[in-house]
């Protein structure tokens, strides 16, 4: 497995949104891509979280990433370390067949692999976006997404048991609703949702409880960025810290078959890890994150990143990747300052955007400055 001195040497970005090609070869710990709204900043961004499980931080389709007017497919390669010695990774789609579908491709050192996850034995991303910004406010399902993110940057296999889950809940609400009275077949797919969920609540309260246990180790009041309590809610969460997993999956299959009447009328699956809530307080206050200010939000959330981007390396042997889209902008000097010299105590490369390179000038002899146009 690599060490921290794998970062990213050389990124080219070919028929990806708004960029025809982009060629950049790095060689500082911070990249800062500044220019204009609507330039292309966070799009470079988006790219680079495509060497991460799952669809990248926007979520969105591959149709939607290759460029209008372009020939219908993308592609993102990526240099890690020297030319000599390093290990080169490619992404992308090609266009659409027949069927209307793209291909997804992945390849590592010009071989291809089955899908992003194998990324992770070179590489590990976090990432921090505007999107996040009314998290704590917001309802728990996008907490849910920020917690399974969260997972996925220490256990890249954590996304292939979410993805199963959600399928075999569709099978259930879809037996529930055609033959109510199968109870043959209800009890073979509530047995996968069991093993799977349980699986799935599993790797969630491990992540967690690290990560609370690292910031209780580490936090001090008298930095820019509070400190954090982090715990799950849920009732398989709290099964899965009293009973052991074989336990934990009974108990969980006979909940499931005690609520087939109401998860029918429901149109849902009403038990299970799918209604686990992400629950953050406010340390140094002692009172939940959703009560707090928007700037103390603001604070906390990058706080929590910032810890997250610390457990990945010590899980995984692996300083992470760490993209932040418009963040330092919107911060007051103090914390401004405060973020770059956390972010300096890292051994990971940093990638920023902004639309002022003035905002970067504390960290400008660590820094590429590229400028994007349209």
């Known amino acids: ?41 966070t799009n470079l961004l988006e790219a680079l979280s495509l060497f991460s499980p799952g669809r990248g931080l926007r979520r969105a389709d591959l149709t939607v990433m290759a460029r209008a007017g372009g020939p219908g497919g993308f592609a993102v390669s990526m240099t890690l370390g020297s030319r000599e010695d390093g290990h080169r990774l490619g992404t992308g789609c090609e266009p659409p067949g027949f069927d209307g579908r793209p291909t997804r491709l992945c390849r590592i050192d ?15 991303i976090v990432w921090l976006t505007p999107d996040l910004d009314g998290l704590f406010r917001g309802p728990a399902g996008d907490r849910r997404r920020f917690l399974d993110r969260l997972v996925l940057a220490v256990d890249a296999t954590h996304g292939g048991r ?6 075999a809940l569709r099978s259930r609400n879809r037996l529930l609703d055609e033959r109510p009275d199968d109870g043959r077949w209800l009890d073979a797919v509530e047995r996968e949702v069991a093993e799977l969920g349980v699986a799935v609540a599993l790797a969630r309260r491990e992540t967690v409880e690290r990560l609370d246990r690292l910031i209780g180790e580490t936090r001090d009041d008298a930095q820019p960025f509070p400190w954090a309590n982090v715990r799950l809610e849920g009732d398989l969460d709290d099964l899965v810290a009293v009973w052991p997993a074989l336990e934990a999956e009974d108990r969980f299959r006979a909940a499931l078959r005690q609520s087939r009447h109401r998860d029918r009328a429901a149109g849902r699956t009403l038990v299970g890890p ?62 401004r300052a405060g973020l770059f010299e956390a972010l300096e105590a890292l051994p990971g490369q940093v990638w920023m955007t902004g639309a002022d390179p003035a905002v970067f000038a504390e960290v400008g002899h660590r820094t590429e400055v590229v400028r994007i146009g349209n």
């Open 1 to 41: 497995m690599p060490g921290d001195s794998a970062r990213p040497s050389r990124l080219i970005v070919r028929d990806f949104r708004n960029h025809t090609e982009f060629d950049l070869s790095i060689g500082r710990p911070f990249v800062a891509l500044v220019g204009e709204n609507g330039a292309g900043k």
């Open 110 to 124: 010009g071989a291809g692999v089955s899908s992003p996850v194998a990324f992770a034995e070179f590489l590990r």
């Open 162 to 167: 979410v993805a199963a889950l959600e399928r």
């Open 274 to 335: 799918q209604t686990t809530d992400l629950v953050v307080r406010h340390g140094p206050k002692d009172m939940p994150a959703a009560t707090a200010s928007t700037g103390e939000q603001k604070a906390l959330l990058i706080g929590l990143v910032l810890a997250h981007a610390r457990l990945v390396q010590a899980m995984s042997g692996i300083a992470p990747l760490i993209l932040l889209d418009e963040v330092a902008a919107h911060l007051d000097p103090r914390r």
